[in-house]
């Protein structure tokens, strides 16, 4: 049949084993995130442009580039959100939920937009996890972030990952920087990029996030960010630094990093695979004040399912998966009361109510991954057991059908050891 419809450009459908690895993800995340005392929230997919204009910053690529923005049936310009952060905090805004000496925790899941050429791990619609603290600013907050990110890692079993860690200062430091690297790139100008010319002038320290090779080789040479720290700044990164060390979180000093957005100032990080951004973040004291609320610092990161899914080894969901089929004599009966009994031991089961042919029910379980099928006939009906199927290897064995303790462990065990039957 011509397939006559297609999905957009960059805009993927997530099923099968990706989307069994995302669910696994954001279960495990949020386990995690709810033990450290962060709560979810949901939020909207769309906001007013000038929301993510203010806050981004209308020079980054995000911005002046990747966004999806059109206008509304009333003539409101309005913008697919590109990320979390900014309607997160626009939200706890509007709810009046930062003001006074309170602590905010809370992380997000959904979709994100942004106009960009598609390739692997780079999509137009893609999925972020995210979780920011709102509170005065202590490097244990950051630290805290920065473990958790660590932890979820760690649970996922990434292999490989490598955290890069560097300070952007207060406000002030970052001038004194601008200077020393417009200085620096003084008659090198005509060779860099058009984007990053205009950069120069507009939002120097974005030349920094470029992605064009030759404009990075020419900014190896410039100075790092460290050695414009102002005192406080300096120790606040130091005794991050010395957190993370006790914590035994592994990283390095990585001087070139700056992120995409504008409203980061103070620490800022990456956790990378093979030299992708898998989690990433910092602080952004700024930010609510920026966007009308009160004088409330924050730091937080974004983590891309999409790349964490590739790169985690998580265990098969196919493990506690069984299903069930009744063949000639078995009863539905029968197969509904096992059915209940397993789905009770934490077991996902299948059942196949439809009266086909075994062959074509084993085809089936093959489909959606199930390894281990019970099998309920007129034999097993007769000797009240049921007969245990491996699909990996063929082996079948008989177990008692109401000793449930027994086949759970047998159905989560990883394979069967009996004599091989027909069936
Ligand atoms: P990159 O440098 O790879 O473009 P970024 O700095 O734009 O990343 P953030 O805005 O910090 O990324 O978003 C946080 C995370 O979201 C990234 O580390 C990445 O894992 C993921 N991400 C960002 N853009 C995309 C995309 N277009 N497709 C898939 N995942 C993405
Ligand atoms: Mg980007």
């Given at each position: 049949?011509?397939?006559?419809?297609?999905?957009?450009?960059?805009?993927?459908?997530?099923?099968?084993?990706?989307?069994?690895?995302?669910?696994?993800?954001?279960?495990?995340?949020?386990?995690?995130?709810?033990?450290?005392?962060?709560?979810?929230?949901?939020?909207?997919?769309?906001?007013?442009?000038?929301?993510?204009?203010?806050?981004?910053?209308?020079?980054?690529?995000?911005?002046?580039?990747?966004?999806?923005?059109?206008?509304?049936?009333?003539?409101?310009?309005?913008s697919l959100r590109p990320e979390g952060?900014?309607?997160?905090?626009?939200?706890?805004?509007?709810?009046?939920?930062?003001?006074?000496?309170?602590?905010?925790?809370?992380?997000?899941?959904?979709?994100?937009?942004?106009?960009?050429?598609?390739?692997?791990?780079?999509?137009?619609?893609?999925?972020?996890?995210?979780?920011?603290?709102?509170?005065?600013?202590?490097?244990?907050?950051?630290?805290?972030?920065?473990?958790?990110?660590?932890?979820?890692?760690?649970?996922?079993?990434?292999?490989?990952?490598?955290?890069?860690?560097?300070?952007?200062?207060?406000?002030?430091?970052?001038?004194?920087?601008?200077?020393?690297?417009?200085?620096?790139?003084?008659?090198?100008?005509?060779?860099?990029?058009?984007?990053?010319?205009?950069?120069?002038?507009?939002?120097?320290?974005?030349?920094?996030?470029?992605?064009?090779?030759?404009?990075?080789?020419?900014?190896?040479?410039?100075?790092?960010?460290?050695?414009?720290?102002?005192?406080?700044?300096?120790?606040?990164?130091?005794?991050?630094?010395?957190?993370?060390?006790?914590?035994?979180?592994?990283?390095?000093?990585?001087?070139?990093?700056?992120?995409?957005?504008?409203?980061?100032?103070?620490?800022?990080?990456?956790?990378?695979?093979?030299?992708?951004?898998?989690?990433?973040?910092?602080?952004?004291?700024?930010?609510?004040?920026?966007?009308?609320?009160?004088?409330?610092?924050?730091?937080?990161?974004?983590?891309?399912?999409?790349?964490?899914?590739?790169?985690?080894?998580?265990?098969?969901?196919?493990?506690?998966?069984?299903?069930?089929?009744?063949?000639?004599?078995?009863?539905?009966?029968?197969?509904?009361r096992i059915a209940d009994n397993l789905?009770?031991?934490?077991?996902?089961?299948?059942?196949?109510?439809?009266?086909?042919?075994t062959g074509k029910k084993f085809k089936?379980?093959?489909?959606?991954?199930?390894?281990?099928?019970?099998?309920?006939?007129?034999?097993?009906?007769?000797?009240?057991?049921?007969?245990?199927?491996?699909?990996?290897?063929?082996?079948?064995?008989?177990?008692?059908?109401?000793?449930?303790?027994?086949?759970?462990?047998?159905?989560?065990?990883?394979?069967?050891?009996?004599?091989?039957?027909?069936?």
């Amino acid at each position: 049949m011509a397939k006559k419809y297609k999905s957009l450009r960059g805009i993927r459908d997530i099923s099968g084993a990706e989307a069994a690895g995302f669910n696994e993800i954001i279960s495990k995340a949020s386990e995690l995130l709810e033990k450290y005392g962060y709560e979810r929230i949901f939020l909207p997919v769309i906001e007013y442009t000038n929301l993510f204009a203010r806050s981004i910053g209308e020079d980054t690529d995000i911005v002046s580039k990747e966004m999806y923005s059109f206008k509304d049936k009333k003539g409101r310009d309005i913008s697919l959100r590109p990320e979390g952060t900014a309607g997160a905090v626009r939200s706890l805004i509007q709810a009046d939920q930062l003001s006074g000496k309170i602590r905010r925790k809370i992380y997000y899941f959904g979709p994100m937009f942004r106009y960009e050429r598609p390739q692997k791990g780079r999509y137009r619609q893609f999925y972020q996890l995210g979780c920011e603290v709102y509170s005065f600013p202590s490097p244990y907050h950051d630290a805290e972030i920065i473990e958790i990110a660590d932890k979820l890692l760690k649970l996922c079993r990434v292999k490989d990952y490598s955290l890069g860690i560097n300070s952007l200062g207060c406000a002030e430091d970052r001038s004194s920087y601008k200077k020393a690297v417009k200085k620096k790139l003084e008659g090198k100008v005509e060779k860099l990029c058009p984007d990053c010319r205009r950069r120069l002038k507009t939002n120097t320290l974005r030349v920094l996030d470029c992605k064009n090779s030759r404009c990075r080789e020419i900014y190896q040479e410039l100075p790092g960010m460290d050695d414009f720290l102002c005192d406080d700044c300096g120790d606040y990164i130091e005794k991050l630094r010395q957190i993370l060390d006790s914590r035994g979180v592994k990283y390095s000093i990585d001087s070139g990093l700056v992120r995409g957005l504008d409203y980061y100032n103070g620490p800022v990080f990456e956790f990378k695979v093979n030299d992708s951004a898998v989690i990433a973040g910092g602080r952004y004291n700024k930010l609510v004040r920026e966007l009308g609320g009160p004088d409330m610092p924050a730091c937080g990161w974004g983590l891309g399912m999409e790349r964490l899914v590739a790169a985690a080894n998580l265990e098969p969901a196919s493990q506690k998966k069984a299903a069930l089929i009744k063949v000639e004599g078995g009863r539905i009966e029968t197969c509904r009361r096992i059915a209940d009994n397993l789905r009770n031991k934490g077991i996902s089961v299948s059942e196949g109510y439809e009266d086909i042919s075994t062959g074509k029910k084993f085809k089936i379980t093959d489909k959606n991954r199930i390894v281990k099928v019970v099998i309920i006939g007129g034999e097993e009906e007769k000797n009240k057991t049921v007969t245990l199927r491996d699909m990996e290897t063929g082996k079948q064995e008989s177990v008692p059908a109401d000793d449930v303790e027994s086949l759970a462990r047998k159905i989560l065990a990883k394979k069967i050891l009996a004599r091989k039957t027909d069936v």
